[in-house]
């Protein structure tokens, strides 16, 4: 059996702004550093076993990440993979707005020109399949809030709704046997 670690990068500008990020590139705030900071101290403190990090190319996991990394000496390494879901004509929009919670409903759709739900699942369980094949090495994934429905739904049977409820806080750290 396999082990691994997840948690999502430190808040963002567009989190504070109320702005779907998706594949966009923004930064972190302050608080999103220390929040990585904390995380990577509390890792140490805990001597939580951890052989590397992979994050996403993205600069908000890559920035926290690093931060992590820094604190602990754990190896950290990009992986394409965990590259948030391109929302299309969405991203930027209010996270809450009615007509992206409609589209989020069919899991076939690709927001006019982003990834379709389906076809991040399926690079999400390619990866996790990946990790599940080398139970000897422990890693900590540093991505995103919607590449964790990808990992729930992986374990878990859900609703759509649940689905689209499934949220995380940022460096917030999770532990999954698989």
């Known amino acids: 059996m396999a082990v691994f670690y997840y948690t999502r990068h430190g808040q963002t500008v567009w989190n504070v ?3 779907i990020c998706g594949s966009t590139d923004v930064d972190l705030t302050e608080l999103g550093h ?3 900071i904390e ?3 509390m890792i140490k403190k805990e001597n939580i076993k951890i052989d590397e990090i992979i994050y996403s190319p993205l600069i908000r996991a890559r920035d926290t990440a690093l931060h992590i990394s820094e604190i602990t000496g754990i190896p950290a ?3 394409e993979r965990l590259m948030e879901q391109n929302f299309g004509k969405y ?20 927001f006019e020109g982003g990834e379709s739900m389906l076809k991040c699942a399926h690079r999400i369980y390619s990866l996790l399949e990946d990790i599940k094949n080398e139970p ?3 890693y900590l994934l540093v991505a ?4 964790i429905r990808m990992v729930e739904s992986y374990f878990h049977d859900m609703t759509n709704e649940e689905f689209a409820a499934c949220k995380m806080k940022n460096c917030e750290l999770r532990r999954y046997e698989i």
Do not use: M
């Open 77 to 79: 390494r990009k992986e």
């Open 17 to 19: 702004a109320n702005k």
């Open 34 to 36: 220390k929040q990585a």
């Open 39 to 41: 995380l990577g101290e």
């Open 144 to 147: 995103h809030n919607g590449i």
């Open 136 to 138: 000897q090495k422990v």
């Open 91 to 110: 991203e930027g929009t209010p996270r809450d707005g009615l007509e992206f919670a409609k589209a989020k409903e069919n899991f076939v759709n690709s």
